[in-house]
T-cell receptor, first 114, second 112 residues
Framework: DTEVTQTPKHLVMGMTNKKSLKCEQH?????MYWYKQKAKKPPELMFV???????INESVPSRFSPECPNSSLLNLHLHALQPEDSALYLC?????????????FGSGTQLSVL | SQQGEEDPQALSIQEGENATMNCSYKTSINNLQWYRQNSGRGLVHLILIRSNEREKHSGRLRVTLDTSKKSSSLLITASRAADTASYFCATDAPSGTYKYIFGTGTRLKVLA
């Protein structure tokens, strides 16, 4: 299984809602990532988990809260988002070597904040 | 910012032609990777070139790396309509922090 599965594929939420994005992989990868991508822009790194511990937070606002409950799962909890947070949210995973040499991406969650 | 710059931003070619896109970056790297993204989808890893390598091939793909100029190029030969996508380079930080930063991307359109 060489897939990274993200759910849901699409999400529409209001600014007062709380929602979660989910990401799952069964490749035995120990590094997992969240990226945010606006239309016609490159993916921007948000968070990196290594061995279920948060190792990089790219100064992301606290309305985004990541969680890595085990080595296969990565969640992104969303609360009180703003319309400008509308974007494609991509999850990725890689082997931890320490240097990962290939990122496997999920298909993303297209998020719209109204 | 470590972010790479890619040019051209957009490229339109006929099927069968070659497509070349370039990536420039700012800091020293361990390796550079190229990814493809079909519209609204996840990215797919294409090829990796290490800092001590100058050229690498994979099928119709040829990647070059010039660390003195901090630049890389991706050549797709004999392009097909299915190659229509956005292409991104990604560079890592030498400190090994899993911090892959993507370039601005090239949107390639291959006309049948």
């Amino acid at each position: 299984d060489t897939e990274v599965t993200q759910t849901p594929k699409h999400l529409v939420m209001g600014m007062t809602n709380k929602k979660s994005l989910k990401c799952e992989q069964h490749m035995g990868h120990r590094a997992m990532y969240w990226y945010k991508q606006k239309a016609k822009k490159p993916p921007e790194l948000m968070f990196v988990y290594s061995y279920e511990k948060l190792s990089i937070n790219e100064s992301v606002p606290s309305r985004f809260s990541p969680e890595c409950p085990n080595s296969s799962l990565l969640n992104l909890h969303l609360h009180a988002l703003q319309p400008e947070d509308s974007a494609l949210y991509l999850c990725a995973s890689s082997l931890e070597i320490p240097r990962a040499e290939k990122l496997f991406f999920g298909s993303g969650t297209q998020l719209s904040v109204l | 910012s470590q972010q790479g710059e890619e040019d051209p931003q957009a490229l339109s070619i006929q099927e069968g032609e070659n497509a070349t896109m370039n990536c420039s970056y700012k800091t020293s790297i361990n390796n550079l990777q190229w990814y493809r993204q079909n519209s609204g989808r996840g990215l797919v890893h294409l090829i990796l070139i290490r800092s001590n390598e100058r050229e690498k091939h994979s099928g119709r793909l040829r990647v070059t790396l010039d660390t003195s100029k901090k630049s890389s190029s991706l050549l797709i030969t004999a392009s097909r309509a299915a190659d229509t996508a956005s292409y991104f380079c990604a560079t890592d930080a030498p400190s090994g922090t899993y911090k892959y930063i993507f370039g601005t991307g090239t949107r390639l359109k291959v006309l049948a």
